[in-house]
């Protein structure tokens, strides 16, 4: 089990930056992998970074390279995401995840999930 809880979400106008914070706990490995996923409405998940905890490249979606950045900080038990120069395609609602491997880049297949905070980019 690993329980994640997201916050930091809100409305922002385009140009704008947010940073969403997911503390993770429950987990009973050293490290684990932690995703932020976005939804869209009317769209599929798109996995938009990973983070493997126990250090690593991260991954990024192509959509949000040099825009978005993830990083953690082990000694809170918490992945960031910082979001900068947001764009009205940008809004979606915002998903931390966590899984005990990491899944294949991109994929969301992870079978741990936070409630979600929804981020509002307006033009």
């Known amino acids: 089990l690993i329980q994640l809880v997201e916050s930091g979400g809100g409305s922002v106008q385009a140009g704008g930056s947010l940073r969403l914070s997911c503390a993770a706990s429950?987990?009973?490995?050293?490290?684990?992998?932690m995703g932020w996923i976005r939804q869209a409405p009317g769209k599929d998940h798109e996995v938009v970074a990973t983070?493997?905890?126990?250090?690593?490249?991260?991954y990024y979606a192509n959509s949000v390279k040099g825009r978005f950045t993830i990083s953690q900080d082990n000694a809170k038990n918490t992945v960031y995401l910082q979001m900068n120069g947001l764009k009205p395609e940008d809004s979606a609602m915002y998903y931390c995840?966590?899984?005990?491997?990491?899944?294949?880049?991109?994929?969301?297949?992870?079978?741990?999930w936070g409630q979600g905070t929804q981020v509002t980019v307006s033009s």
């Open positions: 995840a966590g899984e005990y491997f990491c899944p294949r880049p991109g994929e969301p297949e992870y079978s741990y």
């Open positions: 429950g987990y009973t490995s050293s490290s684990i992998c």
């Open positions: 983070i493997w905890t126990g250090g690593g490249f991260p």
